[in-house]
């Protein structure tokens, strides 16, 4: 079996935006998928590496397409393709990715929410959706879901825009992303408040993880994690730097995490398990979150599972985008070892979310957890006629 050809089919997807569904193609008839979070030639430019190649040996394909990856969001073409190697492999072997894994230690997979910010209590004023009694409102409704949620996550500080809707909330941050300053008291005290108003709606039913950046001094996040060391969250994530910052602050992330009991995370912006050496070996963080669309793939987010435990350090991946990517991660994390905590899930509010795809049951996620499914490869089967609806306009569809 050789890989014939390698194509993309982008969408567009009202509250996702622009994706890449990767489709992998072999002589023989069996092909897999992949999701890039990319512009379309950056996976095209693959293609001439992969043709005529041994879909199934993947290590080796892998070595020969690395070096066209990098910091997020470099790194999704690689990873798309990867996917889409491994899905290839399932259906050729008649067996479920995780069994290629060294096979599952948890027949679920917990899923966390990410929630963004809050509820625009009054639509003509922007600033609305960043008040302490937004985000109680979003709490409510996101708690309440037909999904279950144990874990919801909220963004504060720079992420979302919550620091910038405060007047005097910070110095010398600019209203681009990423973004970077300091955090006056004013500012602190907004992002405290809101916190206490998640804890009040939430209490110990729901975990509570925060999205803080990237993009805070170092002072700043200290002040924070300290404040928030009364509240027992799950995690606080990106303080320093993190989504789209093209290097990770090693250093400062050590300093900061033997200086707050508040659980601190980053990393879903890394490239490869080499971005990851310092950050567990050092003990810079106490949690990682690479995502299996940027990091390389699903066996390089296995690999990183394996060598975060070695050190004590707990993993919770990073996820954004279709159920292709979701499907990757369930493979992946259900043959972690138990430093896993769960992974996310940023598509609540996407209109026919689960029906991109075909061949799972649904709802997908209950309680809180997805199963992790037997059929060959990752186990599902993209739903044309739902792609097309979102096809962007001169895309080819696997034609």
């Given at each position: 079996?050789?890989?014939?050809?390698?194509?993309?089919?982008?969408?567009?997807?009202?509250?996702?935006?622009?994706?890449?569904?990767?489709?992998?193609?072999?002589?023989?008839?069996?092909?897999?998928?992949?999701?890039?979070?990319?512009?379309?030639?950056?996976?095209?430019?693959?293609?001439?590496?992969?043709?005529?190649?041994?879909?199934?040996?993947?290590?080796?394909?892998?070595?020969?397409?690395?070096?066209?990856?990098?910091?997020?969001?470099?790194?999704?073409?690689?990873?798309?393709?990867?996917?889409?190697?491994?899905?290839?492999?399932?259906?050729?072997?008649?067996?479920?990715?995780?069994?290629?894994?060294?096979?599952?230690?948890?027949?679920?997979?917990?899923?966390?929410?990410?929630?963004?910010?809050?509820?625009?209590?009054?639509?003509?004023?922007?600033?609305?959706?960043?008040?302490?009694?937004?985000?109680?409102?979003?709490?409510?409704?996101?708690?309440?879901?037909?999904?279950?949620?144990?874990?919801?996550?909220?963004?504060?500080?720079?992420?979302?825009?919550q620091l910038l809707s405060v007047k005097s909330g910070s110095l010398e941050a600019e209203p681009?992303?990423?973004?970077?300053?300091?955090?006056?008291?004013?500012?602190?005290?907004?992002?405290?408040?809101?916190?206490?108003?998640?804890?009040?709606?939430?209490?110990?039913?729901?975990?509570?993880?925060?999205?803080?950046?990237?993009?805070?001094?170092?002072?700043?996040?200290?002040?924070?994690?300290?404040?928030?060391?009364?509240?027992?969250?799950?995690?606080?994530?990106?303080?320093?730097?993190?989504?789209?910052?093209?290097?990770?602050?090693?250093?400062?992330?050590?300093?900061?995490?033997?200086?707050?009991?508040?659980?601190?995370?980053?990393?879903?912006?890394?490239?490869?398990?080499?971005?990851?050496?310092?950050?567990?070996?050092?003990?810079?963080?106490?949690?990682?979150?690479?995502?299996?669309?940027?990091?390389?793939?699903?066996?390089?987010?296995?690999?990183?599972?394996?060598?975060?435990?070695?050190?004590?350090?707990?993993?919770?991946?990073?996820?954004?985008?279709?159920?292709?990517?979701?499907?990757?991660?369930?493979?992946?994390?259900?043959?972690?070892?138990?430093?896993?905590?769960?992974?996310?899930?940023?598509?609540?509010?996407?209109?026919?979310?689960?029906?991109?795809?075909?061949?799972?049951?649904?709802?997908?996620?209950?309680?809180?957890?997805?199963?992790?499914?037997?059929?060959?490869?990752?186990?599902?089967?993209?739903?044309?006629?739902?792609?097309?609806k979102y096809l962007v306009e001169g895309e080819d569809f696997f034609e």
């Amino acid at each position: 079996m050789k890989i014939k050809d390698l194509k993309v089919a982008v969408v567009n997807v009202p509250g996702l935006g622009r994706i890449g569904i990767v489709r992998v193609d072999t002589d023989e008839g069996v092909y897999g998928y992949g999701e890039a979070h990319c512009p379309r030639d950056h996976v095209l430019r693959l293609r001439n590496f992969l043709v005529g190649q041994d879909p199934t040996n993947i290590s080796k394909i892998m070595l020969h397409v690395q070096h066209m990856g990098g910091f997020k969001p470099w790194g999704s073409a690689v990873s798309a393709v990867e996917m889409a190697l491994w899905d290839i492999t399932g259906k050729v072997f008649g067996l479920p990715v995780y069994r290629f894994l060294g096979g599952k230690n948890r027949e679920k997979v917990r899923v966390y929410c990410d929630c963004g910010v809050g509820v625009p209590l009054d639509p003509s004023d922007p600033a609305s959706m960043f008040t302490p009694e937004a985000y109680a409102e979003k709490a409510k409704r996101m708690k309440s879901l037909p999904e279950g949620f144990t874990i919801l996550k909220f963004d504060i500080g720079f992420h979302g825009r919550q620091l910038l809707s405060v007047k005097s909330g910070s110095l010398e941050a600019e209203p681009i992303y990423p973004t970077k300053g300091h955090v006056t008291e004013r500012g602190l005290k907004s992002e405290i408040a809101i916190v206490k108003a998640l804890k009040e709606v939430l209490g110990d039913e729901v975990g509570l993880a925060l999205d803080c950046g990237p993009g805070q001094s170092f002072p700043s996040a200290l002040k924070l994690a300290k404040a928030l060391e009364p509240y027992n969250l799950m995690w606080a994530e990106d303080l320093l730097t993190g989504d789209y910052s093209p290097y990770t602050e090693v250093y400062l992330y050590g300093l900061l995490s033997r200086r707050t009991t508040t659980p601190i995370l980053t990393g879903e912006q890394i490239y490869l398990r080499y971005g990851f050496r310092d950050l567990v070996g050092k003990h810079a963080v106490d949690i990682v979150a690479p995502d299996v669309s940027d990091v390389g793939g699903i066996y390089e987010l296995k690999w990183i599972s394996e060598f975060a435990d070695l050190y004590g350090v707990l993993i919770a991946p990073h996820n954004y985008g279709l159920p292709i990517a979701f499907m990757a991660n369930v493979h992946a994390a259900a043959a972690m070892p138990k430093n896993f905590i769960a992974f996310e899930h940023h598509a609540t509010h996407v209109a026919q979310w689960e029906d991109f795809v075909k061949g799972l049951e649904k709802p997908l996620i209950r309680d809180g957890f997805v199963n992790v499914p037997e059929k060959p490869g990752l186990g599902i089967e993209v739903n044309e006629d739902t792609v097309r609806k979102y096809l962007v306009e001169g895309e080819d569809f696997f034609e």
